[in-house]
């Protein structure tokens, strides 16, 4: 039963201090599996690269895949993807805040016959309020929105099949929202769990306007609905405005002593009406830098160097 092959991607940026205690851990638990550790270096600043060829050159199962500037986590998720040879592909990240002690049964459950097995965090007390409040806000939102589920408490840290892989890694489209594409496939899932570690060394890169984008990202990659949404705060606007003519109008005739000349114009024209069309412009500006995006047929990544392959 273990004669597939395992591809771990690991995508890194300025993780200098976690490469080697990460490896200290994952490679007793790989050691019985046939496998391959591919480390995606997403533009770091520091030591990163020297840590990882300096590990890979005692271990040709450990490689790297190195950019030549930061593209973002999602496009070094997809390089991973794209260069993993497994039968099975798991992906992690380099903070340590993701056992890999649980691998082993994330494979028990792909070899149950399940494409993708998530890790689900079944507490997640080392994180703040701010952020648990935030993701779980995210989660319900975009799943509200969108009508593909995508599970909640999971990250990045999942096992998926290779007809999983070759399914994301074929798909067109530009913007990679990885989560959203995996559970989109409707793939049979299984769910392994865990509770959540504080991180080895250093800080998050995950900053609130990066959560922000993401967020973005990921609601308008799998649905159109604020774009009805914008229509329907349109004709609540509408709405409001021909109430405030009614208000005005009635109130010139029967209460003109009570009435402030344009008090009612202003408001409603400019607080209402204005913010509705700045959320809807908004928008409809985040649609169209996506086909923006997706015409320019630029290159996703920009490899720099690869090593052991």
Same mark, same amino acid.
């Given at each position: 039963m273990k004669s597939f092959l395992l591809s771990l991607v690991?995508?890194?940026?300025?993780?200098?201090?976690?490469?080697?205690? *990460?490896?200290?851990?994952?490679?007793?638990?790989?050691?019985?599996?046939?496998?391959?550790?591919?480390?995606?270096?997403?533009?770091? =600043?520091? =030591?990163?690269?020297?840590?990882?060829?300096? +590990? +890979?050159?005692?271990?040709?199962?450990?490689? *790297?895949?190195s950019f030549y500037r930061n593209f973002g986590h999602q496009m070094a998720l997809e390089a991973g993807y794209e260069a993993a040879r497994g039968d099975c592909v798991i992906s992690i990240d380099a903070d340590l805040q993701d056992p890999p002690e649980i691998i082993p049964q994330m494979i028990e459950e792909w070899q149950k016959g399940h494409k993708i097995v998530y890790a689900k965090r079944k507490k997640r007390e080392v994180d703040n309020f701010f952020k648990k409040e935030t993701a779980r806000l995210f989660y319900s939102f975009i799943n509200f929105l969108s009508d593909t589920p995508i599970p909640q408490d999971v990250g990045d840290f999942r096992l998926i099949d290779r007809e999983v892989v070759t399914f994301i890694t074929e798909l067109p489209e530009r913007a990679r929202f990885l989560r959203g594409l995996v559970a989109w496939g409707g793939f049979s899932s299984s769910y392994v769990y865990f509770e959540r570690e504080k991180r080895h060394a250093g800080k998050t890169h995950y900053t609130l306007s990066k959560m922000i984008n993401f967020a973005l990202d990921g609601i308008t990659s799998f649905s159109s609905k604020p774009l009805r949404i914008a229509s329907y705060f349109g004709f609540l606007s509408a709405t409001f405005g021909f109430s405030g003519i009614l208000y005005a109008f009635i109130g010139k005739i029967f209460l003109p002593s009570h009435l402030v000349t344009g008090w009612t114009g202003l408001f409603v024209g400019i607080m209402f009406l204005g913010g509705v069309q700045l959320i809807t412009i908004g928008i409809i500006g985040e649609y169209i830098t996506k086909i923006y995006h997706e015409v320019q047929k630029r290159p996703q990544y920009l490899v720099k160097e690869k090593v052991n392959f």
């Open positions: 690991i995508p890194v940026f300025n993780e200098e201090h976690n490469v080697k205690p *990460l490896l200290e851990r994952v490679l007793p638990i790989l050691e019985s599996y046939n496998y391959e550790i591919i480390f995606v270096d997403d533009g770091s =600043k520091d =030591k990163t690269i020297e840590v990882i060829k300096s +590990a +890979a050159s005692h271990n040709t199962h450990i490689k *790297l895949i």
